[in-house]
């Protein structure tokens, strides 16, 4: 165990009561919807509650389409928010704190800070706040939030950022908030991935794509920061010069109708395969030669640890964590954004014509994934910073 996750650990002890009864962790999230953050909430929770955590998830908003993967001992609290700042929200809050007595309470990203700071002042019982932040970058024009929002996250004992680009970002290294935060890679289930690379001639028939094609994936919403646009132009590309490429996407979103476009003023619409949006990927990474993610802004995308786990070499762009996921070169490529229509079809005919280069990138990448991302190694940092007795007995 590290000295933080050491010091942590024995702050939480200081925190629990004689009895021995109080909420653990208590989540605090902006809805339940689908999506990166809140899924891995979700998973985190159900985690830690099977390791005999009491665990319970508040959220401020609908929707609650994740709410039939909560797990029955995690107990769940909608604090029914109106509004931009919702009173009743807020003290739906200080009471939950109250009557659950937390030892942790977590905010899951900026807005829901604000909740657990504001509340947090007003209850009787007073709870470790920690941050987890999934925000890099701010949009453009909104930078008095990044101003606003540094205010609210000094009152917060601790931040969680999801790689050193992120926390870089936020903390400077004389911010006197950089003692009191942590990084903690995103982590994937090795076991479930891993073993399911077998198959993909036949997943390929299930798509109607030609065995010998060269797949180009990717999984993300449909959405203007994803960026997919790049990607059909550069199988586009290939294809003109006679390559047998084919380009998969997974996901949804209101980018799909432009997409789908563009990929008939191309003439490709026959080369493309929309799957819309999968509760398992597995079965469509298994297709993939290549995994592409050619997002604008990325913190760490859970994404392409699970194709790096499916053994595939990653193509990613310059955002948040990429160069702490992979080495250029090695494990996949790393692109700037402005050089994808330039760089992306060469780097995809590499791939494509060399099958020993990208062997060896496939190898790279799910060893890395096994050596520094894995779940497990994800779940215990998560564990020991909430300070369970485990984790303090072992200090």
């Known amino acids: 165990m590290s000295s933080v ?19 653990d962790v208590l989540f605090v999230l902006n809805n339940l919807g689908v999506g990166g953050s809140e899924r891995k909430i979700v998973r985190l929770a159900n985690a830690l509650s099977a390791r005999d955590m009491r665990i319970g998830i508040a959220y401020l908003n609908e929707p609650t389409t994740l709410l039939k993967d909560i797990g029955e001992n995690v107990a769940t609290f909608f604090l029914s928010r109106q509004g931009r700042f919702s009173l ?18 977590v905010s899951v990203n900026l807005y829901p800070a604000l909740y657990v700071v504001t509340a947090t002042r007003g209850a009787r019982h007073r709870p470790r706040t920690i941050g987890l932040m999934n925000t890099t970058e701010m949009r453009r024009g909104a ?17 969680v950022y999801g790689c ?5 970002a936020w903390l400077t290294a004389d911010s006197p908030m950089r003692p009191q935060s942590s990084v903690i890679y995103n982590g994937v289930d090795l076991n479930r991935f891993a073993a399911a690379r077998a198959g993909a001639v036949g997943q390929r028939a299930h798509y109607g794509i030609g065995e010998n094609a060269f797949v180009v994936g990717s999984v993300g919403r449909l959405v203007a920061e994803k960026n997919q646009m790049p990607l059909v132009d550069a199988v586009a590309d290939l294809r003109a010069t006679g390559a047998d490429v ?4 997974v996901g949804d979103g209101p980018l799909r109708s432009a997409l789908e476009q563009r990929a008939a003023e191309r003439g490709i619409s026959a080369a493309i395969t929309f799957t819309g949006a999968l509760l398992d990927v597995r079965a ?3 297709t993939f030669d290549v995994f592409v993610l050619p997002s604008l802004s990325e913190t760490f995308s859970n994404a392409a640890l699970e194709a790096m786990a499916m053994q595939l070499p990653v193509i990613l762009t310059r955002t948040g964590g990429a160069s702490e996921m992979i080495e250029h070169g090695k494990e996949g490529y790393i692109v700037d954004v402005a050089d994808l229509p330039q760089q992306l079809p060469e780097l995809l005919d590499r791939l494509r014509l060399d099958n020993v280069l990208r062997t060896r990138m496939a190898t790279a990448a799910s060893a890395r994934a096994q050596r520094e991302f894995s779940w497990d190694a994800m779940l215990a940092s998560y564990q020991s910073m909430f300070g369970t007795r485990e984790s303090v007995s072992h200090a």
């Open 88 to 105: 009743k929200a807020h003290a739906a809050l200080t009471d939950l704190i109250d009557e659950q007595c937390p030892r942790n309470l």
């Open 164 to 168: 050193e680009l992120q926390r870089d």
């Open 246 to 249: 084919h380009l998969m996407l």
């Open 143 to 159: 930078a008095w939030k990044r101003s606003f929002y540094m205010r609210v996250l000094r009152y917060l004992d601790w931040t």
């Open 5 to 23: 996750e050491v010091k942590l650990a024995r702050e939480a002890a200081s925190l629990r009561p004689a009895g021995g009864a109080e909420m």
């Open 284 to 286: 469509a990474l298994r």
